[in-house]
C-alpha cells in the first residue's frame, strides 16, 4: 500500500508564506496527478490545487496567484509554496494522489493557521 506523507504546516502570520511536502513511499509508483487539497472546521474538503505527470496545473480561484504547485515526478513528491497567505486559508491541508486505475490516495493531513 503507498502511503503519503506531508510535512510543512504550521502557524503563520497573514501575509507569510510556508511550503508543504508530500512524498509517496516508493517513487517506483507512478501517479497519474498528484495535488492538494483543504479542509476548515465546518466546511468540506476543497481542491487547492493539482499538476498532472506533464506539468499541467489547475488552482482554486481563492489561491489563484499566491499558491504554486510543482511535482518531481522521479522522488514522487509534490510541493505547493503558498505565498500572501490569509486567515482564510487556515485548514488541514491533505495530499492527493491518483494512480491510471483512478484510485485515489490520501495523506493524513497537515495543519496550517493563518493568525496574528
Known amino acids: 500500500q503507498v502511503q503519503l506523507v506531508e510535512s510543512g504546516g504550521g502557524l503563520v502570520q497573514p501575509g507569510g508564506s510556508l511550503r508543504l511536502s508530500c512524498a509517496a513511499s516508493?517513487?517506483?509508483?507512478?501517479?497519474?496527478?498528484m495535488g492538494w487539497y483543504r479542509q476548515a472546521p465546518g466546511k468540506q474538503r476543497e481542491l487547492v490545487a493539482h499538476?498532472?505527470?506533464?506539468?499541467?496545473?489547475n488552482y482554486a480561484d481563492s489561491v489563484k496567484g499566491r499558491f504554486t504547485i510543482s511535482r518531481e515526478n522521479a522522488n514522487n513528491t509534490v510541493y505547493v509554496h503558498m505565498n500572501s497567505l490569509k486567515p482564510e486559508d487556515t485548514a488541514v491541508y491533505y495530499c492527493n494522489a491518483v494512480d491510471y486505475r483512478s484510485f485515489y490516495y490520501w495523506g493524513q493531513g497537515t495543519q496550517v493557521t493563518v493568525s496574528s
Open positions: 516508493t517513487r517506483f509508483f507512478p501517479f497519474k496527478t
Open positions: 499538476i498532472d505527470n506533464g506539468g499541467t496545473t
